[in-house]
């Protein structure tokens, strides 16, 4: 039942700046956070960054000063803004929840379908 909608990818040249936003739909008992992950071919898919309810945040090394993460979990919104952007970063970037369901503890862990990202000059 929930569904998670991105938007805000595209081609940019390196130095340039995208801002990509996600928009989760449905009903979840509760959520823990939310965040974005990418994948480059031949690439596992790594965690950018990520926000919680309670507004902590966790980047990776490669996004720490360029990246900001900023939205409201609860609300189940989120946005990346990515500044300075090198040709590293291309991959398809992919919005990511954390919830709890009602009736059991694990947690569930919701995908958008992607969007892609590419820096090139």
């Known amino acids: 039942q929930v569904q998670l909608a991105e938007s805000g990818g595209g081609l940019v040249q390196p130095g340039e700046s995208l801002r990509l936003s996600c928009a989760a739909s449905?009903?979840?008992?509760?959520?823990?956070?939310m965040g974005w992950y990418r994948q480059a071919p031949g690439k596992q898919r790594e965690l950018v960054a990520s926000i919680t309810t309670s507004d902590v945040k966790r980047y990776a090394d490669s996004a720490k000063g360029r990246f900001t993460i900023s939205g409201d979990p609860a609300k189940k919104t989120v946005s990346l803004q990515m500044n300075s952007l090198k040709p590293e970063d291309t991959a398809v970037y992919y919005c990511n929840l954390v919830g709890r369901a009602r009736s059991y503890t694990n947690l569930l862990y919701y995908w958008g379908q992607g969007t892609q990202v590419t820096v090139s000059s």
């Open positions: 449905g009903s979840i008992f509760g959520i823990n956070e």
